[in-house]
């Protein structure tokens, strides 16, 4: 995505200690002691050491590790409700640590929204005035902020809900409602700290797959917590993975599961079905060779002939997949002297974008077994996937 070359947020060299003498702490650090041994020598905790990575505009960037890591320490200190001990926070230029009180307030209002785990909503608000809170707080008329609310709720699927209270919501609701308000304020980013983490199962997976919808039309930056691996490889763009308070590997989810940093991604890794989260992208390979709608059907069959293959995907001048042509209708064509294989194309092939995951690709190959074509956006043909293909790339991808 274009939008994603734009950086939003640019963390650099952030680190937290906890304690009364954190200078001490980094001295240590600096002489390439951890954790564990600055809270021996101490009795200070090394929350975050020397973060650094950038949230591009638009993106869902998940932040992720186990108890202790350092996340939720990390998205506290994004907006300040931690002080950093060193280091930069930039959003759209202004660097978050120097703000006076008065200048953080503002910064807060125009570029944070919260969603908390445990929903926080109020039980004596309804649905509607919940959902308004935070509009009510920065002054926002009554008018507006109804109105903005409603567009809200409406966004995560609360229409008609908006005279309940929270305890007449399930678990799932009472979320989209804190999600709702969060949105409702329209700040440019998005913070999420272990928003799915009380909800059941099959709820989780359903506020995951709304989440990601909601990100595809709202192109809202969003910085996501959570300590499920699973969740961070099912919704992020992007992940940063920590460990004792440091950045261990920064990636893509395919990166992360394909070119794990070390030993520790490696075990945290393990069990994972690549077939689920690996894409078309990793096994797909070049075109050997296209056609063009222009083309004879003799030209065609050369094409053929000259790649070994029996079939052909067809393009136009801007490589837009127009079709594929089996050698038993090329031949039919030049039989009766046409001119160009335009009527001789079919439709009846699979065709699918980079992302779509490998597990849905086995059910996609005919007993023709076509190669699934991969295509962009502008339905511009990008590649191929073969069965073989498929079947490689979970195999190198099981012996990382």
Request: aromatic share 4%; with cysteine.
């Amino acid at each position: 995505m274009d939008d994603k070359q734009n950086v939003k947020i640019k963390v650099r060299g952030l680190s937290k200690v906890f304690g009364k003498n954190p200078q001490k702490a980094l001295e240590l650090r600096n002489q390439g002691l951890k954790r564990p041994e600055i809270l021996e020598k101490t009795g200070q905790t090394l929350g975050l050491s020397n973060i650094e990575f950038d949230v591009h505009e638009g993106e869902l960037l998940v932040v992720m590790g186990l108890s202790g890591s350092g996340k939720s320490t990390l998205i506290r200190c994004l907006n300040r409700l931690i002080e950093t001990t060193e280091g930069e926070i930039v959003i759209d230029g202004e660097n978050i640590p120097t703000l006076s009180d008065k200048a953080l307030l503002e910064c807060r209002r125009r570029h944070f929204s919260m969603v908390f785990q445990n929903f926080a909503l109020f039980p004596h608000r309804t649905v509607q005035k919940n959902a308004e809170f935070g509009l009510e707080i920065r002054g926002v008329s009554k008018d507006e902020r109804h109105k903005l609310a409603r567009e809200s709720l409406h966004q995560v699927g609360l229409d008609g809900w908006e005279d309940a209270y929270p305890n007449q919501l399930s678990g799932g609701m009472q979320q989209r409602v804190g999600l709702a308000r969060a949105l409702a304020n329209d700040a440019s980013v998005l913070l999420m700290d272990e928003a799915f983490s009380a909800l059941d199962p099959l709820i989780r997976k359903d506020m995951q797959q709304e989440l990601m919808q909601l990100q595809a039309k709202t192109k809202k930056t969003t910085v996501f917590i959570t300590h499920d691996l699973d969740e961070a490889l099912s919704i992020g763009d992007r992940i940063v993975l920590l460990k004792d308070g440091e950045i261990v590997q920064i990636g893509t989810p395919e990166e992360i599961l394909t070119r794990p940093a070390d030993d520790y991604v490696r075990r945290f890794i393990e069990g994972v079905d690549m077939s689920r989260i690996l894409t078309a992208e990793s096994a797909m390979r070049r075109v050997r060779e296209t056609a063009r709608e222009s083309d004879g059907p003799r030209t065609a069959l050369y094409k053929m002939r000259e790649n070994s293959i029996d079939s052909i995907y067809v393009t136009d001048r801007n490589r837009k997949l127009v079709g594929l042509l089996e050698v038993d209708a090329a031949s039919q064509a030049a039989d009766q002297g046409a001119d160009t294989i335009a009527e001789y194309v079919t439709q009846d092939f699979r065709r699918v974008k980079p992302d779509e995951p490998l597990q849905n690709l086995f059910a996609m190959f005919s007993e023709k077994s076509f190669p699934i074509a991969v295509e962009d956006d502008q339905q511009r043909l990008l590649g191929v996937v073969v069965k073989g293909g498929v079947l490689n790339e979970l195999a190198r991808a099981g012996e990382q």
